[in-house]
């Protein structure tokens, strides 16, 4: 057993937790908290992550962020991500856009976009521009000369249990390939 591990003391913590919830939380808050670290923990390390905060809270501690020298990290190489589908935006006269039915819904980054390109077509790096992941749907910005490749590469393939529909994007004035400022 653990050093300083009050098995006792960590059960009443849990049943006053687990009675708090109920009585004293607002459950929508709680539902964004729990959002949140649905979002930003994997499916193997939330037990992991909520049992280590159950240890501070036992041992009477909390996590204090100016210990850590780097801010901590959103969801692997997600701000990486962002600035690397901004610093390749092509031009409008060289590219099109080309819709891809897979989104935010279907837990798709552009890493893996950028891997289902690399892996079906020969297509460089330099010919993606800016990859946007909407709820249930992405746009991604190709030079020209790659969109016909990449369509007839990735159009109807099986993605993740589902065929994957690449088609060209509909003109639309209103929609820009620049990621929303947050």
């Known amino acids: 057993m ?20 109920k009585t004293e939380v607002d459950l929508q808050t709680l539902r964004e908290y729990q959002s949140l670290f649905k979002k930003e923990t994997s499916l193997f390390n939330r037990s992991r992550a909520a049992a280590y905060l159950l240890m501070l809270c036992g041992q009477g501690k909390t996590i204090n962020l100016k210990d850590y020298k780097q801010p901590l990290p959103s969801r692997p190489g997600r701000d990486e991500e962002r600035s690397d589908a901004q610093r390749y935006t092509l031009s409008d006269k060289e590219s099109a856009r080309l819709f891809f039915s897979v989104g935010r819904s279907r837990r798709v980054f552009p890493r893996e976009i950028l891997g289902i390109i690399n892996t079906k077509t020969a297509i460089p790096r330099e010919d993606i521009g800016a990859i ?19 369509i007839e590469a990735l159009n109807g393939m099986n993605f993740r249990g589902r065929p994957l529909t690449v088609n060209y994007a509909k003109s639309n004035k209103d929609e820009d390939m620049t990621l929303p400022s947050e």
């Open 132 to 150: 946007r992941i909407l709820d249930n749907y992405s746009f991604v910005q190709v030079r020209d000369s790659a969109a016909e490749k990449i």
């Open 2 to 21: 653990a050093s300083g591990f009050d098995k006792e003391k960590t059960k009443k913590i849990m049943s006053l937790v687990l009675e708090k919830i």
